[in-house]
C-alpha cells in the first residue's frame, strides 16, 4: 500500500505532498532515456525510436510507462516493425532497469537533509509519485526516503489527486498543505487538491527564467524549510 510509517506528527499544523523523480531524486535520464534503452536492446531501433517520439512531448512524459509502450507499439506496427519481446516483457525489463538505475542516479544534492529538517520542524511529509508502486517502494527504501515519509504513494498518474486526498485526510490537524514539484501535471495536482504549491526549477521547465510563473519557485532544495516555514510563521 506504499505506506512507510506511521507519523507521530498527528497534531502539526503544516503538510508537504511531495514529488519524487526530477524533485528528490535524480532520475529524468533514468525514466526518459537509458532505462527504455536497456529494455529495448535486441529490437528493431525502430521501437526505440517510437518511444522517444513520444517523450518528446510535454504530454507523452505524463504518460504511465504502459500506456507510453502502448503509444509507441501502435506507432511501431503502423510502419511494420516486428517486435520479437512481448509487451510484458519489455515492461518488465524497463522497470528493472528503473530499479537499479535510479538508486544508481542517487538523490538531489541535501535532499535527506532537508527532510530531516522537516520532520525535527513538525512537517508531516507524503511523497507521492506517478512511479509504479513497487519501483517507488524499491528506490525510496534503498535511498533513505521513505522512513522520512508518513507513506509513500505511487501508481499511475491519475491516481494522484486520490493518494494527495487521501494523506490530508489523515491530519485534518493541518492547516497548511504545500506541494512540491517540477511538472506542471503536479502544479494541477496543487490546484485539485486546493494546496499552495512550490515549484523547483529545472532546465526543462525554465520555471524562472523563460516563464515567471505565478508560485514561489526554488533552485535548491534547502530553500524549502525556510519559505514553508516563514509562510506558517507569517499567518
Same mark, same amino acid.
Given at each position: 500500500m506504499g505506506e512507510a510509517k506511521k507519523s507521530s506528527r498527528s497534531f502539526s499544523s503544516t503538510g508537504i505532498l511531495w514529488d519524487y523523480d526530477g524533485? !528528490?531524486?535524480?532520475s529524468e535520464e533514468v525514466k526518459w532515456r537509458t532505462a527504455w534503452e536497456r529494455a529495448c536492446a535486441g529490437e528493431d531501433r525502430a521501437l526505440l525510436c517510437a518511444i522517444r517520439g513520444v517523450l518528446a512531448t510535454a504530454e507523452g512524459r505524463? !504518460?504511465?510507462?504502459?500506456?507510453?509502450? #502502448? @503509444?509507441a507499439l501502435a506507432v511501431a506496427r503502423e510502419q511494420g516493425v516486428m517486435v520479437r519481446a512481448s509487451r510484458e516483457a519489455l515492461l518488465a525489463r524497463f522497470g528493472e532497469e528503473v530499479r537499479h538505475g535510479v538508486v544508481a542516479a $542517487? !538523490?538531489?544534492? $541535501? @535532499? !535527506?537533509?532537508?527532510? #530531516? @529538517?522537516l520532520n525535527n520542524a513538525g512537517v508531516v511529509q507524503y511523497l507521492i509519485s506517478g512511479t509504479a508502486q513497487e519501483d517507488l517502494d524499491y528506490t525510496t527504501a534503498a535511498? $533513505?526516503?521513505?522512513p522520512r515519509m508518513c507513506a509513500v504513494y505511487g501508481g499511475r498518474g491519475e491516481d494522484k489527486i486520490t493518494? @494527495?486526498?487521501k494523506a490530508m485526510a489523515a491530519h485534518p490537524s493541518v492547516t497548511q498543505w504545500f506541494a512540491v514539484g517540477d511538472q506542471p501535471a503536479d502544479v494541477r495536482l496543487a490546484?485539485?487538491? $486546493?494546496v499552495s504549491f512550490i515549484g523547483v526549477a529545472t532546465e526543462v521547465n525554465g520555471w524562472g527564467e523563460e516563464r515567471v510563473p505565478p508560485f514561489p519557485?526554488?533552485?535548491a532544495l534547502s530553500e524549502i524549510p525556510g519559505l514553508v516555514c516563514g509562510s506558517v510563521a507569517s499567518r
Open positions: 524533485v !528528490l531524486v535524480r505524463q !504518460l504511465s510507462r504502459t500506456a507510453l509502450l #502502448d @503509444a $542517487g !538523490l538531489v544534492e $541535501g @535532499a !535527506l537533509e532537508v527532510l #530531516d @529538517a535511498l $533513505g526516503v521513505a493518494h @494527495a486526498k490546484e485539485a487538491a $486546493g519557485v526554488v533552485r
